[in-house]
């Protein structure tokens, strides 16, 4: 099975793009649109936990919307004191690991916040 292909923006940062300038020549990196609002299907509790992921990971795109219905779902069950499985857990782990959400996680998502904000010396996130 052959490697996955290294993104433009790794290739960049490493220099690869200069020892092999064809490889990356044409190559484009996907974008997608960010996660937007919860869908209209989620309970007002799982919108809430839908808005507060939102928050914890600004890094989330589009693509990320199915893991975070469900992520939404388990985490409002587990805020309101429901019955909350180990399977519901793992799947929350799961989920969250998918994301980019766990602490072992993170270290490959490469996201840094922006601290350019002049709004950061007003407002706190919290």
Known sequence: MARPRKPKAIALVEGRDLTHPTRYNGRNDPSAATLGPPPRWLTAEQAEAWRDFDSEMPWLRESHRAFMGIASILR????????????????LRLCLGQMGATPADFAKIGWSPDTDSPDEDIFDRW
Do not use: E
Request: proline content about 0%.
């Open 76 to 91: 409002a069950r587990l805020a309101a004191g429901g019955d909350v499985g180990v399977q519901a857990m793992n799947l």
